[in-house]
């Protein structure tokens, strides 16, 4: 939450910082501002709402900012999810110490800022918001007595306790930048001549692919020429380059109107770069290296720990590895589960799924599973992220980056991913037969031409989902239902619509409708049912049944060829067939779209929704 960039080197920063934050405003948007430092004086913007806001105030106030006698190039940047204090313009960031000689932005929580707080105070520091964040100006600005920047923020990052990461500058310091990173992100751009630090690296993609990823536990001193790296001991670290192959293009609309519809349409190439190489034999799933396969080959029970969208991939993991490698799986949400005494420990095998490699909380569940003997696997998309910091091996799902609050092409390659692992496990358990294994890869491999034709012919204002959205955008309630791996297709299509159009729906086990959710049904209840081709499909068909019987209208997802479901349903969503346990691949497709549909209908900030943000990095 929260996305923090800063710059030193040669350029006019006060535009890089505004663009930084731009690729950023998917981390919060409740406020935004900027500090930027010319001549021994910081001048500083700060505005709620929208980034935008922000620009507008710069642009008012531009005297004030820009340019004193030759701009300022150096500066820091922030865009807000509010946790501490109310959204307005004082719990803005950069905060800054009572001589306004520090200026700080912050992403995280600090814990113990109630106590500090008071003993600055005590000491004469005069407070101007109300967050947490601010304590961190001051407690530097108290450090400085004893010693340069680097030395005091050193001496403050001691003092605090919480998960954040944070980038301060100093009036007196005209080229140099201190950064800090407990838990929350923080990564080095490299440029010639020139640095950033930032909460993600397309804060800087535009101008720089080199990167170096400060640790958990780091503290990092940028300057135009050098980036130097400490322990909070103050023992010097050294650290590698690393070279991205991310270019600023994916990190554009490429012509769609959002994000999130670029990244629908994303989504065939998206699985087809996660599969690729790993489904090249045809009997069976390599993984090439990427992790050492003893941590599959000696496992003797998975666990699965994710939050949200990722967590819905770690469902339909568990469904595949049960049924193809007879595997006792356990699926737990990551907040649940760190809490909850978990008997876990050496035999497990606990796999994180997490789009960014940084949710609080499964790296906390991924933690706790290691501390105890567990082996963990992490399932990320972000390269050197936390999530492969904390893990004993990592498999990537190569979506490539996905801007979108909403997640799209990374669930469908999360659940890619799970399909891959389960296969692998299958083939060195000895579950499958050759030829079904076969079969399945074979039919994996045909996904991502699949995906495509169904979203080309879904698409548009005259597709299905638009026609939904007129019938049902202004209903007050939807129900999602299914059964087996369409259960977790439910709970995600009811994600999305509750995410972006902001209408309760519920998502339940279609068996369990009867146990209570049934008395919510009316003759205006919009029932979206995942009743694709399966063993179960009889026992949903009577689900629907049940619906109908109330006088709800139900709005199937269903198999291409399956004719039979046109009788149980007032509406019927054709996706291509495909082997019954890969059906998810296809049918949460026409759910994202019609969510999609309806958030449109509405005039919603699709990518933007109200409250939310991409990476969740507190509890
Ligand atoms: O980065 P992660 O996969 O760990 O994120 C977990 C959830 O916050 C995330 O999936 C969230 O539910 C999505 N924005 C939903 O679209």
Redesign the pocket.
Known sequence: MCGIVGYVGQRPVQNLLLHGLQQLEYRGYDSAGVSVLSDGDIRSVRAVGKLQNLVDAVEERQPAVATIERPATTGIGHTRWATHGRVNEENAHPHFDTADSVHVVVNGIVENYLALKNRLQDMGAEFTSETDAEVIAHLIAHHLATGDLVEAVRLAYNDLEGHFSFVAMHKDEPELLVGARLECPLIVGVGDGERFLASAVPAFLEHTNRVQFVENGELVAIRPDSTTFMLPDGTPVEREETQLDWDQETAQKGGFETFMLKEIHEQPDAIAETIADRTVRETGVDFGGEFDEDILRNAKRIVIV??????HAGLIGRYAMTEWARMPVAVDI?SEYRYSNPVVGPGDVVIG???????AD?LAAMRLAQEQGATVLAV??IMGSQATRDSDGVVYTRAGLEVG????K??IC?VAVMYLLALRLAELRGTLEPERLASLVGQLKQLPSTLSELIERLDGAEGQSTGIADKHGRDNFFLFLGRHVGLPVALEGA??LK?ISYIPSDAYAAGEMKHGPIALLDEKTPVIVCATDSPVLDKVVSNMQEVRARGAHVIAVATEGNLDIGEHAEEVIRVPKTDWMLQPILAIVPLQMIAYAIARSRGLDIDQPRN?A???TVE
């Open positions: 994710a939050c949200g969208t990722s967590y990551a799924i997490t789009q960014s490699g940084e949710t499964t990320t998309n609050v909403a997640a799209t990374t669930f999360q994600l999305k995410e939310l991409k990476t969740v």
